[in-house]
């Protein structure tokens, strides 16, 4: 049974770091992607950053810049650093594999990050 389990998230200053970690059990082979998604009170969950099982990364507007996502070789674990946050970075943090073919989505069941203004 493939499990996601996210982890670091918490409350910090704007303006601050917090490092969040992903890590996947159960996986058979590799996902072809990992992302970082996020979803406001009231808002609709929204793609932050993505890596791919070669490397490539995509990430969203609003945090080009400052936030870094990274895994490791066995896409066993997805990182995402964040700095210099602000108060619109708030959120609760989910963390998703992807298997291209057969399309599967798996996804952990989030950690809040609150930034204070």
């Known amino acids: 049974q493939v499990q996601l389990v996210e982890s670091g998230g918490g409350l910090v200053q704007a303006g601050g770091s917090l490092r969040l970690s992903c890590a996947a059990s159960g996986i058979i082979g590799l996902f072809n992607a990992m992302g970082w998604y996020r979803q406001a009170p009231g808002k609709q969950r929204e793609v932050v950053a993505s890596i791919s099982s070669v490397g490539r990364t995509v990430y969203d507007d609003s945090v080009k810049g400052r936030f870094t996502i990274s895994r490791d070789n066995a896409m066993t674990t997805v990182l995402l650093q964040m700095n210099d946050l602000k108060p619109e970075d708030t959120a609760v943090y989910y963390c998703?594999?992807?298997?291209?073919?057969?399309?599967?989505?798996?996804w952990g069941q989030g950690t809040q990050v609150t930034v204070s203004s």
């Open positions: 998703k594999g992807v298997y291209d073919w057969p399309r599967r989505e798996y």
